[in-house]
C-alpha cells in the first residue's frame, strides 16, 4: 500500500475513508483535518486564549500537540484526581503532562483535587450517593467544575478537550438507546458559552479511537497506555464495543451514525422550543452557574465543609 | 417457577417484565396486553371493520387469533406472491391461512400476484432496479398497494399488521443509525388514515418474537416455521441480531429503547414542521395516492403493462 500523496510506502491504511498515507503525511493530514473541523464548526480562532484539557492520555495529548502544530494559543490543564496513590495512575498521567508542556514550552496548570478539596476522588466516591452507583460520573463532575473554574481565573476564552469519534458516538448511541432528548439536543462538537458556562468544543470529534492512536504513535507523543482502573466495565466501554462490531462489519458506520445526527440536527429534525428552559444562576457555595436551587451539583456531592476553590 | 395468577406450574417466564406464567394465564395476559395496547394508541373500536394482513407466520396469526378472542370484526387478507413455486414457501403460507380462516370462520381475501399481474415476485424483482438491490422492498412496496387495494375495495376501516417489538426496534434502530428524519417522524403504532391512505395499526408492537411463538405454541395457533428464503442477509435480521445482543445483556432493553422513542416523540422531541410537506395524489394508473408525479412506485416498479388491478 503506498502513500497517496507521495507514493513512499504507507505507514496506515483507513478502510472507512479508502486512504492510505506514509507516516508524514498521515501526520500532516490529521493536522488538516483538524483545521478544517476547527473551522467549519466555528470551534476558535487563533486570537483566543485555548485552554486544554489533558489526561495524560493519546486524545488530549494528542491533540495538544496538533494545536500547536497548528500555531494556536493552547496551554493545558491537568487534573489530578489522585487515582491509585504515590506513583499510579494519576501521578503517572500528570508526568506525561508535565513533559509535554515542558518539551514544548507551554504552560501546563495541575489542579490538584487532595489538595484543593482535602480529598481523592475515591475518597469523594465513597462517600457521595452518586459515587456509590456511577463513578464515572465523579468524575465528571469534577473536572467539568474546575475546567470551569481555570477558565474563569485565567481568562481562557474556550476550553479544548480531547474527545474521539468512539467517545461522542458512545455517548450518542446511550442517549438514543434510552431517547434522552435533553442530552440529544446538547450533544455537539461545540457547546457555546452562556449563563456563565464557558465555550467548550471538541476538535478530534470525527476522528476515531484508532486514528488517534495512530498519530499519538507515529507523532512520538508519549501517553499512559492503561485504561482509568474505573472505567473497566463502564457502559460507555461497553457502547464503544457494540459500536465497534457495527463499523467491522460496516467500514464508516460510526462516523456515518454521528454526522448524519449532526446533519439531521442541523436540518431541524429536534424541536428547539425545549431547550433553555431551565433558569441558571450562582451556586450559593462556590458561585459557579447552576440549574439546583441552593448548592451546585459538585457541592452537593462534597456535602460537607471543604476548602474551597483556592486555586 | 410458578404463575403469579394462579400458582400452578409456570409455562413462561418473562425475564424483562419479571413475570411468570401458566399457559391459560399466558394467553390470556397476552390478550389482554392487546386490548391495553388497542386502546391506549386509538387503533380501532368493536364497531370497525378490521383487515388483518396475515402471511402465515406466527405474528400475523396469533395476532388474528387474539383480535377474535377479544370478540373484534376481524377479516383476513393472504398476498401469495408466489415465493418457491409449486409446494413452495408461498403455497405452504396460503394454505396455513386458508386453515386458519376455515377452522375460525372468517373470510380470508387471497390475492394471487401472478394471476393478478402476470408474475410472481421472484420475475418482478429480477427486471425491477430495486428488486437487485432490495428484494424484501419490492414485497413491501407490493403488499402495501394490494393491502390499500383491498381495503378500499371491501370498505375496510383499518389495515392492521402483525409487526411485533423485535421488528419495530430494528426498523427504529436503522432508522436512527442513520437519523433518518422522516422515517423517525413517520414510525409508529397508528399511521392514521388520510391522502387516500387507510388507517394503518400494529397492535403486537410491544411483543417481543419471543413472546409471540410462545402464544403462537401454546394457543395452538398453526404457522410457516421457515423463514421467507429472501430475507436470509437482510438488514433487518442483521439489527435484529445486535438488538438481542443488547437485549441479553440487558433485559428489557429493546422494549425501553422502542417506547422511549415513542415517548419522546409525543413529548415533543422532534420537529412536526417537517412533515406533510409532500402533496399527494392519485396515481395516473392505478389510481392509488402517491407523492410521485404520474405513476405510483408501485406502477413504475412494473414500468410496463400489466393486466391491471381485477380485483
Known amino acids: 500500500m503506498k502513500c497517496r500523496t507521495c507514493g513512499s510506502k504507507a505507514s496506515i491504511n483507513m478502510r472507512q475513508h479508502k486512504l492510505a498515507l506514509c507516516q508524514f503525511h498521515y501526520l500532516d493530514w490529521i493536522s488538516n483535518q483538524t483545521e478544517r473541523f476547527i473551522k467549519k464548526y466555528e470551534m476558535f480562532t487563533h486570537f483566543e486564549k485555548i485552554l486544554v484539557a ?32 504515590e506513583g499510579g495512575y494519576s501521578e503517572r498521567s500528570r508526568d506525561l503532562c508535565l513533559n509535554f508542556s515542558k518539551k ?31 463513578p464515572c460520573s465523579v468524575c465528571g463532575l469534577t473536572k467539568r467544575h474546575v475546567m470551569n473554574l481555570i477558565v474563569r481565573n485565567y481568562d481562557y476564552d474556550v476550553i479544548v478537550t480531547g474527545h474521539n ?38 476538535p478530534l470529534c470525527r476522528f476515531s479511537e484508532k486514528e488517534m492512536a495512530a ?13 482509568c482502573p474505573f472505567a ?26 454521528y454526522l448524519h445526527f449532526l446533519k439531521a440536527k442541523k ?13 441558571i ?8 452557574p447552576t440549574s439546583n436551587n441552593g448548592k451546585c451539583s459538585f457541592c452537593r456531592m462534597f456535602d460537607k465543609q471543604f476548602k474551597g476553590d483556592s486555586f
Open 215 to 227: 498519530y499519538a504513535l507515529l507523532g512520538g507523543v508519549e501517553y499512559i497506555h492503561e485504561e
Open 54 to 85: 489533558v489526561s495524560g492520555g493519546k486524545d488530549s495529548l494528542s491533540l495538544w500537540d496538533i494545536l500547536l502544530r497548528l500555531g494556536y494559543q493552547a496551554e493545558g490543564v491537568y487534573i489530578d484526581l489522585g487515582i491509585g496513590g
Open 104 to 134: 514544548h514550552d507551554q504552560k501546563l496548570h495541575v489542579f490538584d483535587i487532595k489538595k484543593e478539596y482535602g480529598e481523592t476522588i475515591l475518597q469523594i466516591m465513597q462517600h457521595s450517593s452518586r459515587g456509590q452507583k456511577k
Open 267 to 279: 436540518n431541524g429534525l429536534f424541536s428547539e422550543k425545549r431547550l433553555d428552559q431551565t433558569s
Open 165 to 202: 469519534l468512539d467517545d461522542e458516538a458512545a455517548v450518542l448511541f446511550a442517549n438514543t438507546l434510552y431517547w434522552e432528548g435533553d442530552f440529544l439536543l446538547r450533544q455537539s462538537p461545540v457547546l457555546p458559552s452562556g449563563n456563565g458556562f464557558a465555550r467548550k468544543v471538541k
Open 232 to 257: 473497566s466495565g463502564s457502559s460507555t466501554i461497553y457502547y464503544k464495543q457494540i459500536l465497534n462490531q457495527l463499523e467491522h462489519n460496516n467500514p464508516g458506520e460510526k462516523l456515518r451514525f
Open 281 to 288: 444562576h450562582g451556586c450559593i457555595s462556590c458561585g459557579q
